[in-house]
């Protein structure tokens, strides 16, 4: 890959893209981990296999959690993203670590979280912490856009998400 990140540089006067830094290896692996997550994994009717998938492509998720069918959990950033214990995560929930001109961002998912069906975790460089944190026990409603961080024992709902805090007799 260094010969034909020379020659690129060489031929069009600027620097190479960053996908010419990957060995061949990764280059290999990025579509068999693209079809494990989001055919073979997300379209899984066994949790626990679903959950083993995951796992063997990279992602680090805790004990005793639930991953729903038709999850889309970003497989360009597997390493940024960490999933608590005791964590459920819906039917058809979406997390993206980046996006268009825009940085790789940590999602962390703290234990006993709740998201919702249809939910969108959007990491961005938001006020500067980097990323994104759902903290423990948050709540985290259907169809919710989520791109800021959620405090701990709070709900979020809403497109983009408002946050609710929780009285003591909402926790029970």
Same mark, same amino acid.
């Given at each position: ?47 626990? %296999? ?7 492509? *990279?992602?680090? &998720? #805790? $004990?005793?959690?639930?991953? @729903? ?52 975790? %959007? ?7 980097? *990323?994104?944190? &759902? #903290? $423990?026990?948050?709540?985290? @409603? ?31």
């Amino acid at each position: 890959m260094r010969y034909l990140k020379q020659v690129y540089e060489k031929v069009y006067h600027k620097r190479a893209p960053y996908y010419y830094d990957y060995s061949l290896g990764t280059i290999l692996m990025k579509p068999i981990r693209k079809w494990l997550t989001n055919v073979a994994a997300a379209n899984c009717p066994f949790n626990c %296999i679903r959950i083993f998938i995951y796992r063997r492509c *990279g992602f680090k &998720i #805790g $004990k005793s959690v639930f991953i @729903g069918m038709r999850c889309y959990l970003d497989d360009m950033c597997y390493d940024l993203m960490t999933i608590g214990d005791h964590v459920t995560i819906s039917y058809g929930v979406y997390f993206a670590c980046h996006g268009k001109n825009q940085g790789h961002y940590p999602i962390v998912i703290e234990d006993h979280v709740y998201i919702g069906m249809r939910a969108a975790v %959007i990491s961005k460089n938001c006020m500067g912490s980097g *990323g994104v944190r &759902i #903290g $423990k026990q948050a709540v985290v @409603g259907a169809c919710t856009l989520v791109n800021r961080d959620v405090p701990e024992n709070t709900c979020a709902v809403g497109v983009p998400c408002r946050i609710k805090y929780l009285s003591g007799a909402d926790l029970e």
